[in-house]
């Protein structure tokens, strides 16, 4: 599913160069639950960028799914990085106007084209996540373990190939963090492919492969 050969990115910053990635390759395959784990400044933020087709590698490829992705210019990769991953972040970034299900619906809003049963699978999603009787909620009105599933929903609305998990449990109680990874482990049971990017052990430890990064380099490389 994930394929990384020789990414290296750097940056030039004030006339030097920056290095965050060095040469970086791993490969995921599909349905595996990965976490990528790393202390602040390790390279796991431009990891995530590129692994969701935010950012492109100087050096190196990367493939998702069968395709080149790191070719892609920026308006392809936009289009692919909707239909293809799912993003869940620490802040949950739900719109505060919208409902739960018009949240649910984003990613409805950058597709070419109609897709009739968009609305169906996001009703489906948001009774999976318990959800169903908060619809018409706006995110003002939801705990923090409930914006995290409608953000999870969202991510997972276009049956994406990868879903991407940054920080997820960053900003919940640890009631609240275990009720979301349990759901993260239940949506990979179901045989989504999963990559948790996380600075702590523990919710590292919950997936089934542990990528350590450490001065933009794999450090260890472990499947319990």
């Known amino acids: 599913m994930v394929r990384m050969e020789g990414v290296t990115r750097y940056y030039r910053v004030g006339g030097q160069t920056i290095g965050a990635l060095d040469g970086v390759s791993f490969e995921i395959p599909k349905g595996q639950f990965t976490s990528i784990v790393g202390p602040s400044g390790s390279g796991k933020s431009t990891l995530l960028n590129m692994l969701g087709c935010l950012d492109r590698p100087n050096a190196g490829t990367y493939r998702l799914d069968g395709e080149d992705v790191s070719a892609f210019d920026d308006e392809r990769a936009s289009d692919f990085r909707n239909r293809r991953i799912g993003f869940v972040f620490q802040s949950f970034h739900l719109l505060p106007r919208l409902s739960v299900l018009e949240n649910t619906l984003l990613p409805r809003r950058f597709l070419r084209g109609p897709d009739p049963g968009l609305e169906a699978r996001a009703l489906a999603l948001l009774e999976r996540m318990g959800l169903g009787r908060h619809l018409a909620h706006r995110p003002g009105q939801l705990s923090g373990g409930q914006m995290q599933r409608v953000a999870i929903a969202r991510a997972l609305l276009m049956q994406p190939a990868l879903l991407l998990a940054d920080e997820p449990t960053g900003n919940l109680d640890s009631r609240s963090a275990a009720d979301v990874l349990a ?13 948790l990017v996380t600075h702590d052990a523990d919710v590292a430890s919950r997936a089934q492969r542990q990528i350590g990064i450490r001065d933009g380099r794999i450090e260890f490389d472990a499947v319990r």
């Open 183 to 195: 759901l993260i482990a239940e949506v990979h049971a179901s045989g989504q492919t999963v990559v």
